[in-house]
C-alpha cells in the first residue's frame, strides 16, 4: 500500500529537541490510547522528560550540555 503525497506527513528531527511532525496526527501510545493532535505542526518529545510526554513541553530547554542523553546528528543534505 503506497500513500498518496496528500496523505504524508512531514517529520523532522531537531538536534536537540522534539521530533516535529506536520499535523493533525493521531497519536497511538504503547497502552493502545489515542491522542488527537489537530494543530499543523506537532512537538514529539524524544527525551522523555515532558509532563505531556508523548508531547514535547520543552523539559529538554532545562537539560545541561553534556549532560548525556542521545544526541542525534542531522541527517544529510540531499544532493541538488
Not at 8 to 25: C, H, N, S, W
Not at 29 to 48: E, K
Not at 68 to 73: A, S, Y
Amino acid at each position: 500500500m503506497t500513500a498518496s503525497d496528500a496523505d504524508r506527513r512531514r517529520m523532522t528531527f531537531t538536534t536537540d529537541g522534539p521530533a516535529l511532525v506536520e499535523g493533525p496526527i493521531d497519536l497511538v501510545t504503547p497502552d493502545g490510547r489515542t491522542i488527537h493532535c489537530d494543530r499543523f505542526l506537532v512537538a514529539i518529545c524524544l527525551c522523555r522528560r515532558s509532563k505531556t510526554y508523548p508531547l514535547c513541553d520543552t523539559s529538554h530547554r532545562r537539560r545541561k550540555l553534556g549532560a548525556g542523553g542521545p544526541v542525534i546528528p542531522p541527517p544529510p543534505r540531499p544532493a541538488d
